[in-house]
């Protein structure tokens, strides 16, 4: 070990201070990361040899399975840990309880905890959920949260990526990158060829020391993995047979299942353990380092391979408590079709339970891939939850076909059948089919009308007043929901009660009824009372959308807050992305484009209905900003709205072509778009969506109806453009603010409305202006942002320039999240947005083409 911590003295330091802190009362979270063989296992050890007296160190492991263990690095932990904690963990009780005793466990002052979750890139998304809530809470804890990770195997859509953000936002956080050793270290541990050894590994420590372990550092072999072959055949054969059986778990094998497999149980690992092999604790046995045990793995014959794992899988199953992930992963591993079909389906109902989704989704997912092994009926119940998952985590388009063939199946059993229907309505509806989602949500109606089940036939005739409300039919959404309502309260269905009130309130809303925030609200905290996550996400949903089309901003971020967290916390994928997207319209309206920009990036990729407001905000900062790919942005935001053919969707893409083409013209068709839109939502008296089209109509010289209101793009509409501004600036829109004060005859006006547009980077609009103040007689126009516009070919953001300087200077994302006070997952987006706009593919080549392109440094903000 002291050969493998060669020039690790800082890190060891780093965490030694950390683990002092935590014993006055001060926690924090420590990242340790690098590539396979950097020492991190190492560095963790090595905080056994500077904790306080007083202060213990917890290890729990991630595990490279098929589909991950559900809570694997806490369940590691019993044993270890008080009977509250291990209680909540054996027992698989309700996730509150499980963070309540994980809290109490680490809250005791006189005895200061170093939390280690190694391997967090294999975590699965209820263990990421425990470290999100650990992570908010460590600085006040005597806790140091230490999470060892790969950093080179996180891409942008790792869900490691969104805890790692979270991490970047908090008060006491060290970052441990750990480098390769130098030459020098390398000659500290071999006298002989260290200039060979250090070529071949390239200095990665564990490298090293195989290497040199394999006994010839004059002729050093040429892979590693021959190194660590080599040292295995120099043990006996039966030691040999015992490293073969235990390298095909992943995990680190417990004591009991190690004696069940090997003969001699542990006792027949010592020559492999003297040789430097495996690590043997009391509890469990470990291979040094995972890289051994999958050289070990590798090389095994592949009907060697299924042998050994069906043993795993024997030995599982005859044990009292089993691990239903391990014995999937392993019965997949030895093809063992029977036990996959067995105990997926739990095993996926495990991680439901436990709110890993994904993981859930990978075994239904197992399960169907041998759906022969199941009944028809069984097959159908398998489809609905397979889709149901597949939904929650955002694949829609799986998720429709797999709730088709759910249909399809439940021709026998009307209850089944009808709710299969409506779910297969709801994911229709996402997947922007409408007609498709109409036709199942009636036959829903028509079927469980039948059936003789009020629970199930209220949430149907709820589906009705949501898709009636989605498309502005408000008095039939209003007639369907309390249809719903009256069912929903005889039977106790909370869940059905806070959908249905959810569509009432926005139908209300949408007319303009004071009452609708009231049911939007009750909405809210029916669901939440009951536990009832999805339907709380979408409650959070249509108020958030509510206050921003009332520009309530303020009551809107504050909403959004509690929403993210939320959904992050029940692990709803789909609806986490439609409220960010939502924070992308916050953004927007606030003037904080590149995190909008951000925002809706995640968005555009995903289903229809979080697409098209995805792609407004994205095309709506390019026509501000003048960008190049605008007007592509512009048709692709208008054909998902039209698709869609819902005025809350092709309402603000109407709005949006209209003021591309009175920015840029070049649409001819943009004004007819308006005029079908504006006269929709007329017809309809959608309050929102009337003020905003009616102020473009008057900007393309179009008549509008008279409209009775304060709304600021009434105000403007009226000539009241001194009223509209400070309207726009009181409710926080600095661009609307803008705008209104250019429409302003009074030069003090237009150059306040300048400086605002060259601070937003607006020069569309900015180059309007300056045209006015000249055409008034203004003899000095400030200039503005010329030369950055100049020398910005590319038309990348201030932001991005500042990104584009720092990266060609060599700096990572981490550290460029760092020196810009920014989340690593926002500087992600900006270097993927910089590298599309630069037509790259390797941050590598920034440099070179922000200097072929001569791009200016970034100013001061």
Same mark, same amino acid.
């Given at each position: 070990?002291?050969?493998?911590?060669?020039?690790?003295?800082?890190?060891?330091?780093? %965490?030694?201070?950390?683990?002092?802190?935590?014993?006055?009362?001060?926690?924090?979270?420590?990242?340790?990361?690098?590539?396979?063989?950097?020492?991190?296992?190492?560095?963790?050890?090595?905080?056994?040899?500077?904790?306080?007296?007083?202060?213990?160190?917890?290890?729990?492991?991630?595990?490279?399975?098929?589909?991950?263990?559900?809570?694997?690095?806490?369940?590691?932990?019993?044993?270890?840990?008080?009977?509250?904690?291990?209680?909540?963990?054996?027992?698989?009780?309700?996730?509150?309880?499980?963070?309540?005793?994980?809290?109490?466990?680490?809250?005791?002052?006189?005895?200061?905890?170093?939390?280690?979750?190694?391997?967090?890139?294999?975590?699965?998304?209820?263990?990421?959920?425990?470290?999100?809530?650990?992570?908010?809470?460590?600085?006040?804890?005597?806790?140091?949260?230490?999470?060892?990770?790969?950093?080179?195997?996180?891409?942008?859509?790792?869900?490691?990526?969104?805890?790692?953000?979270?991490?970047?936002?908090?008060?006491?956080?060290?970052?441990?990158?750990?480098?390769?050793?130098?030459?020098?270290?390398?000659?500290?541990?071999?006298?002989?060829?260290?200039?060979?050894?250090?070529?071949?590994?390239?200095?990665?420590?564990?490298?090293?020391?195989?290497?040199?372990?394999?006994?010839?550092?004059?002729? *050093?072999?040429?892979?590693?993995?021959?190194?660590?072959?080599?040292?295995?055949?120099?043990?006996?054969?039966?030691?040999?047979?015992?490293? $073969?059986?235990?390298?095909?778990?992943?995990?680190?094998?417990?004591?009991?299942?190690?004696?069940?497999?090997?003969?001699?149980?542990?006792?027949?690992?010592?020559?492999?353990? &003297?040789?430097?092999?495996?690590?043997?604790?009391?509890?469990?046995?470990?291979?040094?380092?995972?890289?051994? /045990?999958?050289?070990?793995?590798?090389?095994?014959?592949?009907?060697?391979?299924?042998?050994?794992?069906?043993?795993?899988?024997?030995?599982?199953?005859?044990?009292?408590?089993?691990?239903?992930?391990?014995?999937?992963?392993?019965?997949?591993?030895?093809?063992?079709?029977?036990?996959?079909?067995?105990?997926?389906?739990?095993?996926?109902?495990?991680?439901?339970?436990?709110?890993?989704?994904?993981?859930?989704?990978?075994?239904?997912?197992?399960?169907?891939?041998?759906?022969?092994?199941?009944?028809?009926?069984?097959?159908?119940?398998?489809?609905?939850?397979?889709?149901? $998952?597949?939904?929650?985590?955002?694949?829609?388009?799986?998720?429709?076909?797999?709730?088709?063939?759910?249909?399809?199946?439940?021709?026998?059993?009307?209850?089944?059948?009808?709710?299969?229907?409506?779910?297969?309505?709801?994911?229709?509806?996402?997947?922007?089919?409408?007609?498709?989602?109409?036709?199942?949500?009636?036959?829903?109606?028509?079927?469980?009308?039948?059936?003789?089940?009020?629970?199930?036939?209220?949430?149907?005739?709820?589906?009705?007043?949501?898709?009636?409300?989605?498309?502005?039919?408000?008095?039939?959404?209003?007639?369907?929901?309390?249809?719903?309502?009256?069912?929903?309260?005889?039977?106790?269905?909370?869940?059905?009660?806070?959908?249905? %009130?959810?569509?009432?309130?926005?139908?209300?809303?949408?007319?303009?009824?004071?009452?609708?925030?009231?049911? %939007?609200?009750?909405?809210? /905290?029916?669901?939440?009372?009951?536990?009832?996550?999805?339907?709380?996400?979408?409650?959070?949903?249509?108020?958030?959308?509510?206050?921003?089309?009332?520009?309530?901003?303020?009551?809107?971020?504050?909403?959004?807050?509690?929403?993210?967290?939320?959904?992050?916390?029940?692990?709803?994928?789909?609806?986490?992305?439609? %409220?960010?997207?939502?924070?992308?319209?916050?953004?927007?309206?606030?003037?904080?484009?590149?995190?909008?920009?951000?925002?809706?990036?995640?968005?555009?990729?995903?289903?229809?209905?979080?697409?098209? *407001?995805?792609?407004?905000?994205?095309?709506?900062?390019?026509? &501000?900003?003048?960008?190049?790919?605008?007007?592509?942005?512009?048709?692709?935001?208008?054909?998902?709205?039209?698709?869609?053919?819902?005025?809350?969707?092709?309402?603000?893409?109407?709005?949006?072509?209209?003021?591309?083409?009175?920015?840029?013209?070049?649409?001819?068709?943009?004004?007819?778009?308006?005029?079908?839109?504006?006269?929709?939502?007329? $017809?309809?008296?959608?309050?929102?969506?009337?003020?905003?089209?009616?102020?473009?109509?008057?900007?393309?010289?179009?008549?509008?109806?008279?409209?009775?209101?304060?709304?600021?793009?009434?105000?403007?509409?009226?000539?009241?453009?001194?009223?509209?501004?400070?309207?726009?600036?009181?409710?926080?829109?600095?661009?609307?603010?803008?705008?209104?004060?250019?429409?302003?005859?009074?030069?003090?006006?237009?150059?306040?409305?300048?400086? $605002?547009?060259?601070?937003?980077?607006?020069?569309?609009?900015?180059?309007?202006?300056?045209?006015?103040? &000249?055409?008034?007689?203004?003899? /000095?126009?400030?200039?503005?942002?010329?030369?950055?516009?100049?020398?910005?070919?590319?038309?990348?953001?201030?932001?991005?320039?500042?990104?584009?300087?720092?990266?060609?200077?060599?700096?990572?994302?981490?550290?460029?999240?760092?020196?810009?006070?920014?989340?690593?997952?926002?500087?992600?987006?900006?270097?993927?947005?910089?590298?599309?706009?630069?037509?790259?593919?390797?941050?590598?080549?920034?440099?070179?083409?922000?200097?072929?392109?001569?791009?200016?440094?970034?100013?001061?903000?």
């Amino acid at each position: 070990m002291g050969r493998a911590l060669l020039e690790r003295e800082r890190e060891i330091a780093e %965490l030694a201070a950390a683990a002092g802190e935590a014993a006055g009362g001060s926690g924090s979270v420590v990242l340790v990361c690098g590539e396979a063989g950097i020492g991190k296992s190492a560095l963790v050890e090595a905080v056994r040899g500077v904790l306080p007296a007083e202060g213990r160190l917890l290890i729990g492991y991630c595990d490279d399975l098929a589909t991950r263990r559900t809570l694997g690095p806490f369940r590691d932990l019993v044993g270890s840990v008080g009977p509250r904690l291990t209680a909540a963990l054996a027992e698989g009780r309700d996730r509150n309880e499980l963070l309540e005793a994980l809290r109490g466990e680490v809250s005791w002052v006189q005895q200061p905890t170093v939390l280690v979750v190694e391997d967090v890139h294999w975590a699965d998304e209820a263990t990421l959920d425990v470290l999100r809530y650990l992570v908010r809470r460590a600085a006040g804890l005597p806790l140091v949260l230490v999470l060892t990770y790969r950093d080179d195997e996180i891409g942008r859509e790792h869900p490691l990526r969104d805890l790692l953000g979270l991490v970047s936002r908090t008060e006491r956080v060290r970052r441990l990158p750990l480098e390769r050793l130098t030459k020098a270290a390398v000659a500290r541990m071999s006298a002989y060829n260290a200039q060979r050894i250090h070529e071949l590994t390239d200095g990665n420590p564990f490298f090293v020391v195989e290497i040199i372990a394999a006994g010839d550092t004059v002729r *050093p072999p040429p892979t590693v993995v021959d190194a660590v072959l080599a040292r295995i055949r120099t043990v006996d054969e039966k030691t040999q047979e015992a490293l $073969e059986q235990i390298a095909v778990v992943p995990s680190a094998p417990a004591r009991w299942l190690v004696d069940r497999l090997v003969p001699g149980g542990v006792a027949a690992l010592a020559p492999a353990e &003297r040789n430097g092999l495996v690590t043997v604790a009391p509890g469990r046995v470990t291979f040094r380092h995972e890289l051994i /045990r999958r050289a070990v793995a590798d090389s095994l014959p592949a009907a060697q391979r299924i042998a050994l794992n069906q043993r795993v899988v024997t030995a599982l199953l005859e044990h009292g408590d089993v691990d239903l992930s391990a014995v999937v992963h392993h019965a997949v591993e030895a093809g063992d079709t029977g036990t996959i079909a067995a105990y997926a389906p739990r095993a996926a109902a495990e991680a439901v339970a436990a709110g890993s989704h994904r993981e859930a989704m990978g075994h239904l997912r197992l399960a169907l891939e041998h759906r022969d092994a199941y009944p028809l009926a069984e097959q159908a119940e398998l489809l609905d939850r397979y889709a149901i $998952e597949c939904y929650t985590n955002g694949d829609n388009e799986t998720a429709r076909i797999s709730q088709r063939e759910a249909v399809a199946l439940h021709a026998d059993d009307p209850r089944k059948r009808g709710a299969s229907f409506r779910w297969l309505s709801r994911i229709e509806w996402m997947n922007g089919r409408r007609d498709a989602a109409e036709r199942a949500g009636a036959a829903a109606v028509a079927v469980l009308e039948e059936a003789g089940d009020d629970r199930l036939l209220a949430m149907a005739y709820s589906n009705q007043a949501q898709l009636h409300c989605l498309a502005a039919r408000g008095a039939e959404a209003i007639a369907w929901g309390e249809r719903a309502v009256r069912l929903a309260r005889q039977a106790g269905d909370q869940a059905t009660i806070s959908h249905a %009130l959810n569509n009432i309130g926005l139908a209300r809303v949408q007319a303009g009824d004071g009452r609708g925030r009231a049911d %939007l609200e009750e909405s809210l /905290r029916v669901a939440l009372a009951a536990g009832e996550s999805e339907h709380a996400c979408r409650a959070y949903v249509n108020l958030i959308w509510q206050f921003l089309d009332e520009l309530k901003l303020a009551e809107a971020e504050k909403y959004l807050t509690e929403a993210l967290e939320h959904a992050v916390y029940a692990e709803h994928r789909m609806f986490h992305t439609y %409220l960010t997207v939502e924070l992308g319209l916050l953004r927007l309206a606030t003037g904080r484009w590149d995190e909008a920009v951000q925002c809706g990036e995640i968005g555009a990729g995903s289903a229809m209905a979080a697409r098209s *407001p995805a792609l407004v905000i994205l095309a709506r900062v390019r026509v &501000r900003r003048g960008e190049p790919g605008a007007a592509d942005l512009v048709a692709r935001a208008w054909a998902v709205a039209e698709d869609l053919r819902e005025l809350q969707r092709t309402g603000p893409a109407a709005a949006m072509r209209a003021e591309a083409h009175w920015l840029h013209g070049g649409d001819p068709g943009a004004v007819a778009a308006l005029e079908r839109t504006y006269a929709e939502a007329c $017809e309809l008296g959608v309050v929102a969506q009337e003020a905003e089209l009616a102020y473009w109509m008057t900007l393309v010289n179009r008549p509008i109806r008279p409209l009775a209101s304060d709304h600021p793009h009434a105000l403007q509409m009226q000539g009241r453009v001194a009223e509209a501004a400070a309207a726009w600036r009181a409710i926080g829109c600095p661009y609307e603010y803008a705008a209104a004060l250019a429409e302003s005859d009074d030069p003090e006006d237009l150059l306040v409305a300048l400086a $605002e547009l060259d601070r937003l980077e607006a020069a569309p609009l900015a180059r309007r202006v300056r045209a006015r103040l &000249r055409e008034l007689g203004t003899v /000095r126009v400030p200039r503005g942002p010329t030369d950055g516009t100049r020398h910005n070919p590319a038309g990348l953001t201030g932001r991005q320039l500042e990104v584009v300087h720092l990266v060609g200077a060599g700096l990572t994302n981490a550290e460029i999240a760092e020196r810009l006070t920014l989340s690593v997952r926002t500087v992600d987006a900006h270097v993927a947005a910089v590298l599309t706009k630069l037509g790259l593919h390797s941050r590598r080549e920034v440099g070179t083409r922000a200097a072929e392109l001569g791009m200016p440094p970034p100013r001061d903000r």
